[in-house]
């Protein structure tokens, strides 16, 4: 079931590639159907708060009619930012899937270890590495095309 969700977020990605945007995407599934999704949307909403795994908690917080999403889980294609991870924390989402690292602003295992701190009163468990050369792909095809 994870590389199913895992394919779905990356499927926002691609979305996110075609928009010319960062190509992350995220989905959140309760009870084995996906309740919430997005992509990156920076550009197109003019914030910096349109990462894709706020955009799908966004979606998910409106279909549950509660900003708690308790039972569920989130799938991103990329390791979530420290603004991304904060609401993951807020939201009391359950697991975080992780495809693959982000080396510059990943703060779950490459810049931070923020899911594990102490002081949060919600712990989400994480995993990394599903389908971790498939999301890897189109984020490097992405930045290769820009420079």
């Not at 394919?7 to 960062?22: G, M, Q, T």
């Not at 989130?74 to 693959?100: M, Q, W």
């Not at 982000?102 to 002081?119: A, H, M, R, T, Y």
């Amino acid at each position: 079931m994870k590389e199913l969700f895992m394919k779905e977020a990356l499927i926002r990605a691609k979305i996110a590639f075609e928009k010319d945007e960062v190509p992350i995407g995220a989905v959140v599934v309760k009870n084995n159907e996906i309740i919430g999704y997005g992509q990156n949307r920076t550009i197109e909403k003019n914030s910096v708060f349109a990462h894709a795994e706020i955009e799908a908690i966004n979606m998910a917080s409106k279909k549950e009619q509660n900003y708690r999403l308790v039972g569920c889980d989130i799938y991103s294609t990329i390791e979530p930012c420290h603004l991304c991870a904060k609401a993951i924390v807020a939201s009391r989402i359950d697991n975080l899937y992780i495809g693959a690292r982000e080396p510059k602003e990943g703060s779950i295992v490459s810049q931070d270890n923020f899911l594990d701190k102490p002081f949060h009163n919600h712990k989400t468990h994480y995993e990394i590495g599903i389908l971790e050369s498939e999301c890897k792909e189109i984020i490097q095809r992405f930045f290769k095309a820009k420079r």
